[in-house]
């Protein structure tokens, strides 16, 4: 999870890692493994287009926790040492800074993007009280053997691998400002004792139980709600 910085729109929440959908994320269907807009699209409740979404929560996981779900020569990607470590480190700040597109960035590195192995997880729209409306989708991915999460300095404040139980704790004692969509995720991932059990429920869509009439007044969307 990480820290937003103290300022502009819900300044100081923790929040998973994530961003917004951007134009340089679209028509990348030639480096998705496992998954085609066809069979994104269906999954999110939208005619067409799905596919990018995966393609953003790839982009922005690597660019705020350095977290790179791709493959390599088949292979789950790991970088080699530590100067390719310092050059994937460089690579994700151009990425944020807009310097570098993920297209381009996957064709000199030889890489694929891993979208067989990001879930789609829930969708949120908040509600028209709020400062600002997002349109929201979730996703979850184990983490990829001999990769480590750190946070990026120019887009987060702070940044910490911790277990949903703990996190909720955090926001329990007072320690971390959380909103909803993000608290009902924790909840929901922390019923589970393993990530192999967690992600096979959301494979088989039986993680998020009813959609109360509460959570959907606080932003939670039916599956297949566009």
């Not at 779900?69 to 800074?97: C, I, K, Q, V």
């Not at 983490?143 to 703990?166: F, I, K, L, N, Y």
């Amino acid at each position: 999870m990480v820290q937003r910085p103290g300022r502009g729109i819900f300044p100081n929440l923790h929040v998973f890692p994530g961003g917004k959908v951007d134009p340089a994320d679209d028509g990348l269907s030639h480096l998705c493994v496992g998954l085609d807009d066809r069979q994104a699209s269906a999954q999110l409740g939208v005619t067409a287009g799905g596919l990018r979404y995966w393609v953003t929560a790839i982009r922005e996981c690597f660019e705020e926790c350095g977290v790179l779900l791709a493959y390599r020569n088949d292979r789950p990607f790991m970088a080699s040492g530590d100067d390719e470590r310092a050059r994937f480190d460089r690579h994700r700040h151009t990425l944020a800074a807009r310097d570098d597109n993920l297209a381009a960035l996957a064709a000199r590195e030889g890489l694929r993007l891993a979208t067989d192995r990001v879930l789609y997880f829930s969708h949120w729209i908040t509600p028209p009280s709020a400062p600002a409306r997002f349109d929201t989708r979730f996703f979850v991915a184990a983490m990829p053997d001999g990769q480590r999460a750190v946070e990026h300095s120019g887009e987060t404040v702070a940044g910490d691998w911790v277990r949903p139980r703990d996190a909720l704790a955090n926001f329990d004692a007072g320690r971390w400002q959380m909103i909803h969509p993000t608290l009902t995720t924790l909840r929901t991932a922390s019923r589970f004792e393993t990530v192999a059990g967690l992600l096979a429920a959301v494979a088989a869509r039986q993680h998020l139980g009813e959609v109360t009439a509460t959570l959907h007044e606080q932003g939670m969307q039916h599956v297949g709600d566009a």
